[in-house]
């Protein structure tokens, strides 16, 4: 049990473009989505905190307006990468934690690579 | 994104020896630990974790030690075979409710 899924698990696209990654909780609900990006050779950073039916979270120095995060039901968040840019090309993955559980429980996603030409 | 230069620690081990893998954490508020393993093009998966009332927790083939006085964690691996080849990252939780912040990586190398 506890499976999350990604969307797609890779996607190449030109500069300029904007770019909607999925996150689904399978087989549980999620009250708390966490979203992180991990720059090659690099431990994971964490982006945004998502909760479902309100606003994210954002890290300090993350741009809200260009990484928009929706979390309109408890298995389903979206992060769109609006305007990419190559130096937003890495991996991004998301993870979720089971309705009732504290954040320490997080199940992660397997991760979407992102490359912007 | 990427920064030139960036190195990740690597551990090289024979197979069928044991592997420890350490982790320095910085936030003496963390009470919660976990390790996890992260596969080339994969998320991260759960390995073991330890609260900071204790000092070891045993799992299958791995053991994790935590030291509060000088704020050090470590993996073990007892007798390393070649599908733990991975990056392994600790995490601690900052407290009570905060965010899980992760360490930086090591990158263990199974030798055959």
């Known amino acids: 049990g506890a499976v999350v899924s990604q969307h797609p698990s890779r996607v190449i696209c030109k500069s300029g473009t904007s770019v909607k990654i999925e996150c689904r909780s399978l087989?549980?609900?999620?009250?708390?989505m966490f979203w992180y990006r991990q720059f090659p050779k690099q431990s994971l950073m964490l982006m945004a905190t998502?909760?479902?039916?309100?606003?994210?979270?954002?890290e300090q120095g993350v741009e809200k307006d260009k990484f928009l995060i929706n979390h309109a039901s408890l298995t389903l968040s979206t992060l769109t990468v609006t305007s990419a840019h190559p130096e937003d090309s890495s991996f991004y993955i998301c993870?979720?934690?089971?309705?009732?559980?504290?954040?320490?429980?997080?199940?992660f996603g397997p991760g979407t690579r992102l490359l912007v030409l | 994104g990427e920064s030139v230069g960036l190195h990740l620690p690597t551990l090289s081990v024979q197979e069928g020896d044991n592997s420890i893998i350490n982790c320095a954490y910085s936030?003496?508020?963390?009470?919660?630990f976990i390790w996890y393993k992260q596969e080339s093009g994969k998320g991260p998966q759960f390995i073991i974790d330890?609260?900071?009332?204790?000092d070891k927790r045993q799992g299958q083939r791995v053991t994790v030690l935590l030291n509060k006085t000088v704020k050090h964690l470590s993996l073990q691996i007892a007798a390393t075979q070649p599908g733990d080849s991975a990056v392994y990252f600790c995490?601690?939780?900052?407290?009570?409710?905060?965010?899980?912040?992760f360490g930086p990586g090591t990158r263990l190398s199974v030798l055959p």
């Open positions: 998502s909760n479902e039916g309100s606003k994210a979270t954002y």
């Open positions: 087989d549980f609900q999620a009250t708390t």
């Open positions: 330890i609260r900071s009332n204790m």
């Open positions: 993870s979720a934690s089971p309705q009732g559980s504290e954040k320490e429980t997080q199940y």
């Open positions: 995490a601690e939780n900052g407290g009570y409710g905060q965010n899980f912040v």
């Open positions: 936030n003496s508020a963390s009470d919660y």
